[in-house]
T-cell receptor, first 113, second 113 residues
């Protein structure tokens, strides 16, 4: 069964460093998303992406964040200068159509020291 | 602020009983509703989607939707210890023409033998 994959599973970085989180969405899906979950808190929407551009972004998704689909399979989230409060699980999700079910990857645990 | 509300629990039920999980949402124009299961330290796993008023059954799971009351629920029949997890209600907020999921905080379910 097709699934969303994410790498790395765990990323440890120093405050101020740049990180890139990678995702491979399900192959026939057209809509891609990033969510994050701070430990013990809700899953929060960050950004949605369709047709090679951002469809919508939350207030969390400020200038420090960017997304890219560098090739036909990967979808990346870049955090330019990490802060302690960026420590969270980051989930990539994809859906076939815009109102359809979103399927989540296993997540990347980001720890900012 | 568009919200999704759930009772945080824990909801404790004996093995074999019916577990009833509830969710209310604030955005009247929402059209798509989802239940995800999340085990500790893992990503959300889609278990049910529902788009129209009424009941939808899939195996031991039944989702119920009442758009007039802005209420969605999940029933789990013949609960098993392996069902012990946090159940997340998610609502598709169709803002700006593209979807994003707004999650509730989740209800912790504990099924005891």
């Amino acid at each position: 069964e097709p699934e969303v994959t994410q790498t790395p599973s765990h990323q440890v970085t120093q405050m101020g460093q740049e990180v890139i989180l990678r995702c491979v969405p399900i192959s026939n899906h057209l809509y891609f998303y990033w969510y994050r979950q701070i430990l013990g808190q809700k899953v929060e929407f960050l950004v949605s992406f369709y047709n090679n551009e951002i469809s919508e972004k939350s207030e969390i998704f400020d200038d420090q964040f960017s997304v890219e689909r560098p090739d036909g399979s990967n979808f990346t989230l870049k955090i330019r200068s990490t802060k302690l409060e960026d420590s969270a699980m980051y989930f990539c999700a994809s859906s076939e159509f815009k109102e359809n079910e979103q399927f989540f990857g296993p997540g990347t645990r980001l720890t900012v020291l | 602020q568009k919200e999704v509300e759930q009772n945080s629990g824990p909801l404790s039920v004996p093995e074999g009983a019916i577990a009833s999980l509830n969710c209310t949402y604030s955005d009247r124009v929402s059209q798509s509703f989802f239940w995800y299961r999340q085990y500790s330290g893992k990503s959300p796993e889609l278990i049910m989607s529902i788009y129209s008023n009424g009941d939808k059954e899939d195996g031991r799971f039944t989702a119920q939707l009442n758009k007039a009351s802005q209420y969605v629920s999940l029933l789990i029949r013949d609960s098993q210890p392996s069902d012990s997890a946090t159940y997340l209600c998610a609502v598709n907020m169709f803002s700006g023409g593209y979807n994003k999921l707004i999650f509730g905080a989740g209800t912790r379910l504990a099924v005891h033998p």
